[in-house]
């Protein structure tokens, strides 16, 4: 009997050892063939094609859930729920700022090679690309009301992946019309600004705390710099050895990548309620004027620092992309420190105070880029902007998630009004300063960007009532 329960139990280790031999195996010949399928995929069917075909692959390999499942991977074997919904959205938004930061530094730059070196008909290429999303918020935000938030964000990422294609061709040589390309780019563009970037604030605005709002936004903007310090160099690197196409390449990669956590969101469903005529009268109406003021003034100086401000440490560095990189990594790895502990000050501190302070230094910082032309001088302002950047920014944010979790049920109308406030700011700074770089040198727009700056007070002014 005991002889008969040891081979028994031989058999029962033999069993294991075989089964663990034949994952390992497996594993590898996973590997190997996975490997063949995406070489072959992309070599004969083409890089758009073949992402596609892969992505239709994985979906089919999923693991199926209950019909009754709100959303996927909520099976009680691949459920996430434990960890709320802010980690998985925190993830797909740092990886989409990584696929954002390879190219985001040098897209004017891309952009003023492309045009001869024409700082007019760059800034006219945003303002287009702004002044034509703004009517689409308001009918993207009646969609996501009957698709759901996950839906709209995956199709917003999609658009993304489509504007790093139509710049890959753009790059790489095409029988494309280049003008054609960019006027597709800017519908890929429109999607993401659409369709994504509302339901992100509605989410981020729903799943954290309100108690710790400041210290989570210190920590994600903490994380986003430390990609910061990495992407700018790399994109440098990339585009020094292998040109702008390979970098939208990777952009695009990157960007398909962060779709996957947006499958671990809870679901969460708004029903935009204002019609078309109606939402332009609320964004002025007395509640909303506050933060569309406010919001206006941030996008006009914003999309300086995005647009203009690359072009000029181009010029500064005298077309040395690596330098250009190197050197907004230094200025970033300074001031990573700070973004967490101004962070835990907002959850401390009166929001709207540390607003306040933060937008008379980044006024100053603005002041100081406009009188600086040398690499030192450049620097020590670049530094102390830095700084500004982020006591504005951490109270901002903190206020408007505030304001927007305050709203009830307005949540999602609080931020489609956000994103119209923005997008016509950035247009009519783009339109004045195709004047003003007309007959002022391109410094000149840093101190416009100053005044401007101090408005973003405003916000202060708007009152949530749900």
Request: proline letters at 3%; glycine letters at 8%; aromatic letters at 16%.
């Amino acid at each position: 009997m005991a002889i008969s329960e040891k081979r028994g139990s031989f058999l029962i280790q033999d069993v294991v050892l075989v089964s663990i031999y034949g994952r390992i195996v497996a594993k590898r010949w996973v590997l190997v063939k996975g490997r063949w399928l995406l070489s072959s995929l992309l070599e004969h069917t083409g890089l758009w094609t073949g992402l596609c075909t892969i992505t239709a692959i994985l979906l089919s390999v999923m693991p199926r859930t209950h019909h009754a499942t709100s959303h996927p991977f909520r099976t009680h074997r691949h459920s996430l729920s434990h960890v709320g919904g802010l980690p998985a959205l925190m993830t797909n938004r740092l990886l989409g700022f990584a696929a954002s930061s390879v190219t985001g530094m040098f897209l004017p730059i891309f952009l003023y090679e492309f045009f001869g070196m024409s700082i007019t008909l760059v800034l006219a290429w945003y303002a287009i690309n702004f002044v034509i999303k703004i009517p689409f918020f308001i009918w993207g935000a009646k969609i996501f009301s009957k698709t759901g938030l996950v839906p709209s964000m995956v199709f917003g990422v999609m658009g993304l992946m489509f504007f790093y294609l139509t710049f890959y061709l753009l790059d790489t040589g095409s029988a494309i019309d280049p003008y054609a390309l960019m006027g597709l780019g800017m519908v890929g563009l429109t999607i993401v600004s659409v369709f994504y970037w509302s339901p992100f604030h509605i989410d981020f605005a729903e799943f954290s705390s309100k108690k710790h709002r400041g210290k989570q936004i210190g920590v994600f903007y903490a994380a986003q710099r430390l990609i910061s310090v990495l992407a700018p160099i790399g994109a440098g690197f990339i585009i020094t050895r292998f040109g702008y196409g390979m970098n939208f390449a990777l952009g695009l990669l990157i960007a398909a990548a962060s779709i996957v956590p947006l499958f671990f969101l809870p679901p969460y469903n708004v029903a935009y309620e204002f019609t078309f005529i109606e939402s332009f009268k609320k964004l002025f109406s007395k509640r909303y004027r506050g933060m569309a003021y406010s919001m206006m003034a941030y996008g006009a100086e914003n999309i300086v620092g995005f647009a203009v401000w690359p072009i000029f440490l181009f010029s500064v560095f005298e077309g040395d992309y690596l330098n250009v990189g190197a050197f907004t990594a230094v200025i970033v790895t300074i001031s990573l420190v700070l973004e967490v502990f101004i962070g835990k000050q907002a959850d401390k501190k009166s929001p709207v105070r540390m607003l306040k302070m933060g937008t008379g230094v980044y006024a100053l910082g603005w002041l100081w880029k406009g009188l600086v032309e040398t690499v030192v001088g450049v620097f020590a302002a670049s530094t102390f902007h830095n700084l500004g950047s982020i006591m504005l920014r951490t109270p901002m944010d903190t206020l408007m998630y505030e304001q927007a979790a305050d709203s009830g049920h307005y949540v999602d109308e609080y931020t489609v009004l956000r994103e119209i406030s923005l997008s016509i700011g950035r247009v009519l700074m783009m339109v004045f300063l195709m004047v003003v770089t007309s007959y002022f040198s391109i410094s000149a727009s840093f101190f416009i960007a100053a005044f401007t700056s101090l408005g973003i007070n405003a916000l202060s002014q708007y009152h949530a009532q749900s």
